[in-house]
T-cell receptor
């Protein structure tokens, strides 16, 4: 099956710093990737859709300048949390839809990144 | 609107069957999914069902779909302690996944 690799798995940073999270599709190409945020004991909330070669599409209420998304290649999307604050502490998960007729409707998820901002 | 709902908790004894229920809102959803999330981990796709199917069985997992009532269920036969996790149902809308709140399954020995 398709594998999505996400790094780092856990990051602790000081308030005011920026953190970059990487999401890679390892054995398939992904022109689209999705970034989710999950608070403890809650569901996944879609933050944005990352589009290769073009601007990301953000969901309502998500600050574009706060959460910078770059999808520079067919296998890599990055999410940068700029000037992180404690309220940004959360579990961030990326996903990518598989390719092909049967895969195309399946999203494969990374293992997630736990961000703790002190 | 976009709303997928699940009960929050389910507790069963090892060896029993577990049934996790989900209701969704978009009747045009082509696929419906069940994902499993273990503590601190990402989501693992368990199974999915195409909207023109009523049932799908995969080893210990059985998915039932009632399109009329927009109701989806996941049955886990012979539930094991390793099945303890949070289970999310999701519907696809315009390429995006809309998730339910997740059902925390606790399996007691």
């Amino acid at each position: 099956g398709a594998v999505v690799s996400q790094h780092p798995s856990w990051v602790i940073c000081k308030s005011g710093t920026s953190v970059k999270i990487e999401c890679r599709s390892l054995d398939f190409q992904a022109t689209t990737m999705f970034w989710y945020r999950q608070f403890p004991k809650q569901s996944l909330m879609l933050m944005a859709t990352s589009n290769e070669g073009s601007k990301a599409t953000y969901e309502q209420g998500v600050e574009k300048d706060k959460f910078l998304i770059n999808h520079a290649s067919l296998t890599l999307s990055t999410l940068t949390v700029t000037s992180a604050h404690p309220e940004d502490s959360s579990f961030y998960i990326c996903s990518a839809p598989g390719t092909g007729a049967s895969w195309g409707n399946i999203q494969y998820f990374g293992a997630g990144t736990r961000l703790s901002v002190l | 609107g976009e709303d997928v709902e699940q009960s929050l908790f389910l507790s069963v004894r090892e060896g029993d069957s577990s049934v996790i229920n989900c209701t969704y809102t978009d009747s045009s959803s082509t696929y419906l999914y069940w994902y499993k999330q273990e503590p601190g981990a990402g989501l693992q796709l368990l199974t999915y069902i195409f909207s023109n199917m009523d049932m799908k069985q995969d080893q210990r997992l059985t998915v039932l779909l009632n399109k009329k009532d927009k109701h989806l269920s996941l049955r886990i036969a012979d539930t094991q302690t390793g099945d303890s996790a949070i289970y999310f149902c999701a519907e696809s809308m315009g390429g995006k996944l809309i998730f339910g709140q997740g059902t925390e399954l606790s399996v007691k020995p």
